[in-house]
């Protein structure tokens, strides 16, 4: 990322120096490296890990520069942190009945007024408790009455859901990330660390060596249509009938896009329809933002995982200044090496690749309905 900016800015005859600002932690490698060429850099507290890091100059810096009023957000988040040193501690409440009272899966939903909040529940549960074979996955659902495919209590942020967790926003962050470390000590596992999170890195760092800025030819098992299918059967549906069938009674499925969140936004509908085909919990990720969050629990947590990786082709590709390789070449590395990872643990597999992302997706959610 840093290349790639640093080389639009100078394409456009600005001098980088005076537009990025850089957040890493005291002495990192980013950090001396930036420091030594003039950038701007604001240092983060090195104790508090990524996932808890939304109130720490990680989660702040970007904030002020949005103009948002950062003590106020303090402010709001100690009010809370407060009243959890209290008798009536809700934070140990919660830790209790998810860590006694609920499975393996936990379902969440947005309310209007805070988009994007069961996302960030969801990387901050998952990487901290799913470790040494146990742990609890969030399933991100559409609504409340979205289907989860499991008894799951569902957890909303009004007036709906078995548990309601009402407050704003900054309260929000303090109480999951308190609520989160306290489960952690009560499954009996340390909710900072991320062992098995350098697994896909380390694929991925290998792929690229071996590729040496050449994609490879991949030869599919089939292909129908718009999607080239790596896996065993010939047919899309067959395909998707033999990945279900193998998902354990306690187990379930994990959807991993390595597409456009943006522009690929439909074939999250997959989510939904394979939750109802399969009556078994369905999560969906966004590549490769995941690999630093549930791709922790993927591979440390329950190991009773399914998996259905999604590619595609691109339009034009991005090059990376300084590098022999561009964007394409890089998210192929992280998702192959994501792959190999979990294929070293015996997890069934799947991919597909759309070589057309937009015809691709409307093939697979046709063929998704007709299980």
């Given at each position: 990322?840093?290349?790639?900016?640093?080389?639009?800015?100078?394409?456009?005859?600005?001098?980088?120096?005076?537009?990025?600002?850089?957040?890493?932690?005291?002495?990192?490698?980013?950090?001396?490296?930036?420091?030594?060429?003039?950038?701007?850099?604001?240092?983060?507290?090195?104790?508090?890990?990524?996932?808890?890091?939304?109130?720490?100059?990680?989660?702040?810096?970007?904030?002020?520069?949005?103009?948002?009023?950062?003590?106020?957000?303090?402010?709001?988040?100690?009010?809370?942190?407060?009243?959890?040193?209290?008798?009536?501690?809700?934070?140990?409440?919660?830790?209790?009945?998810?860590?006694?009272?609920?499975?393996?899966?936990?379902?969440?939903?947005?309310?209007?007024?805070?988009?994007?909040?069961?996302?960030?529940?969801?990387?901050?549960?998952?990487?901290?408790?799913?470790?040494?074979?146990?742990?609890?996955?969030?399933?991100?659902?559409?609504?409340?009455?979205?289907?989860?495919?499991?008894?799951?209590?569902?957890?909303?942020?009004?007036?709906?859901?078995?548990?309601?967790?009402?407050g704003n926003l900054p309260s929000q962050f303090i109480f999951w990330e308190w609520t989160?470390?306290?489960?952690?000590?009560?499954?009996?596992?340390?909710?900072?660390?991320?062992?098995?999170?350098?697994?896909?890195?380390?694929?991925?760092?290998?792929?690229?060596?071996?590729?040496?800025?050449?994609?490879?030819?991949?030869?599919?098992?089939?292909?129908?249509?718009?999607?080239?299918?790596?896996?065993?059967?010939?047919?899309?549906?067959?395909?998707?009938?033999?990945?279900?069938?193998?998902?354990?009674?306690?187990?379930?499925?994990?959807?991993?896009?390595?597409?456009?969140?943006?522009?690929?936004?439909?074939?999250?509908e997959l989510r939904k329809i394979l939750a109802e085909k399969s009556g078994r919990p369905?999560?969906?990720?966004?590549?490769?933002?995941?690999?630093?969050?549930?791709?922790?629990?993927?591979?440390?947590?329950?190991?009773?995982?399914?998996?259905?990786?999604?590619?595609?082709?691109?339009?034009?590709?991005?090059?990376?200044?300084?590098?022999?390789?561009?964007?394409?070449?890089?998210?192929?590395?992280?998702?192959?090496?994501?792959?190999?990872?979990?294929?070293?643990?015996?997890?069934?597999?799947?991919?597909?690749?759309?070589?057309?992302?937009?015809?691709?997706?409307?093939?697979?959610?046709?063929?998704?309905?007709?299980?």
């Amino acid at each position: 990322q840093r290349l790639f900016f640093e080389g639009r800015f100078k394409d456009s005859g600005l001098d980088p120096l005076n537009h990025i600002v850089f957040c890493t932690d005291p002495n990192s490698p980013l950090d001396q490296d930036v420091r030594n060429l003039g950038y701007e850099t604001i240092n983060a507290d090195p104790n508090v890990g990524g996932r808890f890091s939304a109130l720490s100059a990680f989660g702040l810096t970007p904030a002020a520069l949005l103009g948002i009023p950062i003590v106020n957000i303090l402010n709001e988040a100690n009010e809370t942190r407060e009243q959890f040193l209290s008798d009536e501690n809700p934070a140990i409440d919660v830790a209790y009945l998810l860590a006694t009272q609920s499975n393996q899966y936990l379902a969440f939903f947005d309310s209007p007024i805070m988009p994007g909040l069961s996302d960030w529940i969801e990387q901050l549960i998952a990487e901290s408790t799913g470790k040494n074979g146990t742990g609890r996955i969030p399933v991100v659902i559409e609504s409340g009455d979205a289907p989860i495919g499991s008894d799951q209590i569902r957890i909303g942020f009004e007036n709906t859901g078995d548990l309601q967790v009402r407050g704003n926003l900054p309260s929000q962050f303090i109480f999951w990330e308190w609520t989160t470390a306290l489960l952690g000590a009560a499954l009996k596992i340390d909710p900072f660390n991320q062992p098995n999170v350098t697994e896909a890195k380390e694929q991925t760092g290998k792929l690229l060596a071996e590729w040496n800025g050449n994609l490879p030819i991949f030869t599919p098992k089939a292909r129908e249509n718009s999607i080239e299918i790596f896996g065993s059967k010939f047919t899309l549906v067959e395909e998707l009938q033999t990945l279900i069938s193998k998902i354990p009674n306690d187990g379930y499925l994990a959807i991993t896009a390595y597409l456009d969140r943006k522009g690929d936004t439909k074939v999250h509908e997959l989510r939904k329809i394979l939750a109802e085909k399969s009556g078994r919990p369905v999560t969906f990720g966004w590549g490769p933002r995941f690999l630093h969050s549930t791709g922790q629990f993927h591979k440390g947590g329950q190991p009773n995982g399914v998996f259905l990786q999604l590619t595609g082709s691109i339009a034009s590709d991005i090059a990376i200044p300084g590098k022999d390789y561009g964007f394409e070449i890089l998210l192929m590395a992280q998702a192959l090496g994501d792959g190999q990872a979990l294929s070293k643990r015996n997890y069934p597999i799947t991919r597909l690749h759309l070589t057309n992302r937009k015809i691709g997706i409307e093939e697979l959610l046709t063929a998704a309905k007709k299980l």
